[in-house]
């Protein structure tokens, strides 16, 4: 079964940073892209970060970009987000999700985990 | 950037209407499209692919079609577990974009 956890969220000072996880079972982890996908409470979703199977390509949106670093480690199947300089607008539920690969795209979701940077 | 517009914001429905939601592209996508329900205080679930392909385990009430720059999701036959938000999403690009989201609500 494809599961996919995060974890890392939590309460985070304006300006601070934060390294989120997400552990991934149950599939080949090195063999697929994944992406990092954010909701702010009780607005829509927002695309935030994605890297290739083995860490050699990476896209992220233009409003994060310096500040949010995705990677992994095929190792040990994680995949992380290292957020810095968060502001207030970064609060949101993250998700991970998995790219199936051919014409289908983001079919598989962890339950999010939710960063909240406020003083 | 590719945006996406989707349309209604809100739509209510009874248990057995025929529901459309709409998505359009600022740019052509060809058929890089998906759709997504999200339930409160889930994640969100693949629906459809490819801008018509059903993901496996999705209903068949669930249909999507179209191309280029205009999408449509329609369920046949609302359901009450249908009552949820959809999000169109396109993959055409580096990045990813998704609609702003659609709130199926019961009437």
């Known amino acids: 079964e494809v599961q996919l956890v995060e974890s890392g969220g939590g309460l985070v000072q304006p300006g601070g940073s934060l390294t989120l996880s997400c552990a991934a079972s149950?599939?080949?982890?090195?063999?697929?892209?994944m992406h990092w996908v954010r909701q702010a409470p009780g607005k829509g979703l927002v695309w935030v970060s994605r890297i290739n199977n083995d860490g050699s390509i990476l896209n992220s949106a233009d409003f994060v970009r310096g500040r949010f670093t995705i990677s992994r480690d095929n190792a040990k199947n994680i995949l992380f987000l290292q957020m810095s300089s968060l502001r207030a607008e970064d609060t949101a539920v993250y998700y991970c999700?998995?790219?199936?690969?051919?014409?289908?795209?983001?079919?598989?979701w962890g339950q999010g985990t939710l960063v909240t940077v406020s003083s | 950037d590719i945006q996406m517009t989707q349309s209604p914001s809100t739509l209510s429905a009874s248990v057995g209407d025929r529901v459309t939601i709409t998505c359009r592209a600022s740019?052509?996508?060809?058929?890089?499209l998906a759709w997504y329900q999200q339930k409160p205080r889930e994640a969100p679930k693949l629906l459809i692919y490819?801008?018509?392909t059903l993901e496996v385990g999705v209903p068949s009430r669930f249909s999507g079609s179209g191309s280029g720059t205009d999408f449509t999701l329609t369920i046949s036959s609302l359901q009450p577990d249908d009552f949820a938000t959809y999000y169109c999403?396109?993959?055409?690009?580096?990045?990813?974009?998704f609609g702003q989201g659609t709130t199926v609500e019961i009437k």
């Open positions: 149950g599939f080949n982890f090195s063999d697929y892209w």
């Open positions: 999700a998995r790219r199936y690969g051919g014409n289908s795209d983001l079919d598989y």
């Open positions: 740019h052509t996508i060809n058929r890089w």
């Open positions: 999403q396109q993959y055409s690009s580096n990045s990813r974009t």
């Open positions: 490819k801008a018509s």
